[in-house]
């Protein structure tokens, strides 16, 4: 649905300047501007005023620049769209033979409002229309600087905002497909964004994969499937994938040797981690994000761990979302465990699970966390029969039930608050029944 939103400005922000170019009624240069604003006014079918400097010219290329452009429609009086500069150059061959080739066009700090019904009608995809053939268009490269886009969601109650957006864009077509890369700020947090499109097509559908990097999450989403407006609605269903990411770390796949002769030589360490993996199907519109089927995998990737679930995120006014998960095994990294036989003492099994807890996304909405797992492997310990119950509040987890058997027999079962942001802890019930006092000691510290 993002990127979905870039195509759907981008085109419009093309035939909007087109207006200005190859428009029907604009052939008195001399008045241009107001030629520009009505002919914009009537793509857009809002009211489109440029407050600043106004250029144009034919040859060598044919060339037009905008400042100060102001779209009415957005709240309270305000403009729906502002863009500092608006600007574009076009081929002059293609031109003179009826067909638009944008070899550059230049957005400087445009700033829109996007407000979604609660039908899930989308205004700015309702109102446009175009004189122009969407396949007479195409754009080598559109560069989109410090651009801004609030998102209006009515059916949620809420506003979400996409600043810093500094991207570059380019189309076979206006009709795609679709290449987009850059970066920019959902709600803050920085995103690294790639989308690539096919093209529409009759149904108004087009397909669309998208990759989303987050700076503060060691993973990536990746997804691929078919959107559209329908009905004047944004959806978006296909397949999905979340893959774990290693941010921090240096370069594992080489290592430096040194020589008898005192020069180092690079050699190839083998191959990395693959750590998890997310995948499975998803739809999306303005109400909910639903996950019907989901498998997360880890360890070797010809013969991983798995387990398989569902989950969905509720978009309405009160959002939560639910996640629950069944499987034969998983595997994590030595987080929590050691290597086969190397033990770790009782401080650094704590300090290890803690650090993996800190690592968890932390959710800003209400769910539930439903777990029933055979076995847990993490190095060189197995939990067998972990079953959780879970939710997250404020600084941690409201743990519901907890139950699983450690090494030594143990049997563990909990339920109450687990801390993880100021202070690492536990406050509630716990017991722990220990048939086996001797293997338990064992794994608990490589002291004893």
Known sequence: MLAGLFVIFGGLFVLVLCAALVGPYFIDWTGYRAEFEREASAILGRKVTVQGDATARLLPFPSVTFSNVAVAGGPGGQPAMTVETFSMDAELAPFLRGEVLIFDMRLVRPKATIDIANDGTVDWAIRPSSPFDLNQISIEKLTVTEGQIELRHAAGGRSHLMSEINSTISAKSLAGPWRMDGTLRLDGLRTA????????????????????????????????????????????????????????????????????????????????????????????????????????????LDNPYTADGKASIDLGLKPSFAIEASGAQVQFDEAVGAEAGAGLTLDQRIAGLEQALRDLPKPTIPGTVEVKLPAVVAGDTTVRDVHLSAEPTDGGWSVKSLAATLPGRTTLEANGMLSVEDHFGFTGSLLLAVAQPSGFAAWLSKDV
Request: aromatic share 6%.
């Open 193 to 300: 964004i790639a989308a690539s499109t096919g093209k529409a097509e009759g149904s108004g559908q087009m397909r669309l994969r998208l990759k989303a990097d987050p700076d503060a999450y060691p993973l990536v989403i990746e997804t691929d499937g078919n959107a559209g407006i329908v009905n004047g609605a944004a959806v978006y269903s296909g397949q999905f994938k979340i893959s774990g990411a290693d941010k921090n770390s240096a370069d594992k796949t080489s290592a430096e040797l040194r020589g008898t002769d005192g020069a180092t030589v690079k050699v190839s360490a083998g191959k990395p981690d693959p750590g998890f993996r997310l995948n499975g199907k998803f739809s999306l519109d303005h109400q909910k994000l639903g996950v019907d089927e989901f498998r997360f995998e880890t360890g070797p």
